[in-house]
Each structure stands twice: as structure tokens, then as C-alpha cells.
């Protein structure tokens, strides 16, 4: 079974710009959650949806946007990028939603603002 | 509110030796609490998951740890390091109540000397 995809995996953008992640989940897996991982503030959740629709939210601004579609695939958007959004942005994906000892992650979107 | 704590960012260890990683939680009641581990420009792999059943959890890869309530803690172990076990290891919470998300530690960055 093929785990969880993101692409692209490294990304190069400026100031100001948008930007759109993707995320495959594992096949049958119904729930993806986006974390950002920088070397200050570490791992931190931004959101997690379920069925199409937004279920929980970390502590981010509302440039912070994000997806589901149909085919469970989710898409985290990040508007007028800013220099402190370069991180490492981690999908993962679970069966349902709330299970989240039994998420798989997959190997991350390297993004870069300069 | 639930918080986790590495007490180390950095452990250094020689092959071949015990490799102690420490871990303390704080939470108003007995959390779910796992290791994962980081291989770089890898995604992020469960190693053991505590969810209240034996207090010493076995992992993949020889990793074990122990929950001990009185001392809030869950450190992570392994009796002889291997060069493939370098990498960065967070200790991570599961929140409560419905959001299902994890809360992450700092990480701890192993290193194993020939």
C-alpha cells in the first residue's frame, strides 16, 4: 500500500506571494492533518479535515487556509507569505478522524520564502 | 493544559551503547503519549504508542519506553545504539478531548559515534 504523498517536495517562493500544498493520503484513509515544522517553534498543528470539512484548527492566521476533497486528497494554501512561514510542512493521514495515534505521516514540503 | 518536555536537544552516544532519551509530560489526567522518530529529509515514523495498558512499551527497531505516572515521565530507551538510529526523536502527547491533534516536544537530535 503506497504511503502518504506531497509534492511538490521542495519550493522556492517570495515575500508576498501564495502558495498551494498537496496531500495524498493512504488509500482508505479518510482524515489529514498539516503540521508546520520549524528548527524555533518545533511541530505544530494547523488543521485537520474529515469528510470535506474543517474539524479542528491550531493556533495559525487565516492566511493559513486548507481543503479536502471527494477523494480525501487535501490542499493547504498560504497567502501574502511572510519569511517566518519557511518551514517544513508535514501531512498525515488517518482512517478517522480523531485517531491521531494511528496517523501516518508523509515526508514533507520543504518551503522556502525568500 | 498539556504540555510536553525534552530535556535534551542533543544526545551523543557511542555504537554499541545504551541510548537514554527523556521525555516529561504534564497533564491533568493520564495522556496517550508516543515516540516518533525523524530520519532526515524523511517523514515522521511511530516508533511506541502508551495508551494506559502496560506502563513499558516495546517499540519497533529494539526502542522501548516506560510511563511512570509519579514521576511524569515516559523516556525512551534502547539497550546498544546502531548507527541507523541517529536521527531526531520527538516524545508527543495526545490531546484530549475531541480535537484528536498532537502536541510535540522540542526533539532530541541523536547522534551515534562510530
Known amino acids: 500500500k503506497a504511503g502518504v504523498t506531497q509534492t511538490p517536495r521542495y519550493l522556492i517562493k517570495t515575500r508576498g506571494q501564495q502558495v498551494t500544498l498537496s496531500c495524498s493520503p493512504i488509500?482508505?484513509?479518510?482524515?489529514v492533518s498539516w503540521y508546520q515544522q520549524t528548527p524555533g517553534q518545533g511541530l505544530q498543528f494547523l488543521f485537520e479535515?474529515?469528510?470535506?470539512?474543517?474539524?479542528n484548527k491550531g493556533n495559525f492566521p487565516g492566511r493559513f487556509s486548507g481543503r479536502q476533497f471527494s477523494n480525501s486528497r487535501s490542499e493547504m494554501n498560504v497567502s501574502t507569505l511572510e519569511l517566518g512561514d519557511s518551514a517544513l510542512y508535514l501531512c498525515?493521514?488517518?482512517?478517522?478522524?480523531?485517531?491521531?495515534?494511528?496517523?501516518?505521516f508523509g515526508p514533507g514540503t520543504r518551503l522556502t520564502v525568500l | 493544559a498539556q504540555s510536553v518536555t525534552q530535556l535534551d536537544s542533543h544526545v551523543s552516544v557511542s555504537e554499541g551503547t545504551p541510548v537514554l532519551l527523556r521525555c516529561n509530560y504534564s497533564?491533568?489526567?493520564?495522556?496517550?503519549l508516543f515516540w516518533y522518530v525523524q530520519h532526515p529529509n524523511k517523514g515522521l515514523q511511530l516508533l511506541l504508542k502508551y495508551t494506559s495498558a502496560a506502563t513499558l512499551v516495546k517499540g519497533i527497531n529494539g526502542f522501548e519506553a516506560e510511563f511512570k505516572k509519579s514521576e511524569t515521565s515516559f523516556h525512551l530507551t534502547k539497550p546498544s545504539a546502531h548507527m541507523s538510529d541517529a536521527a531526531e526523536y520527538f516524545c508527543?502527547?495526545?490531546?484530549?478531548?475531541?480535537?484528536?491533534?498532537?502536541?510535540f516536544g522540542k526533539g532530541t537530535k541523536l547522534s551515534v559515534k562510530p
Open positions: 498525515a493521514s488517518s482512517l478517522a478522524l480523531g485517531e491521531a495515534d494511528t496517523q501516518y
Open positions: 508527543v502527547a495526545l490531546r484530549g478531548g475531541s480535537q484528536g491533534n498532537l502536541i
Open positions: 479535515y474529515f469528510s470535506e470539512t474543517q474539524r
Open positions: 497533564s491533568s489526567y493520564s495522556p496517550s
Open positions: 488509500s482508505g484513509h479518510r482524515s
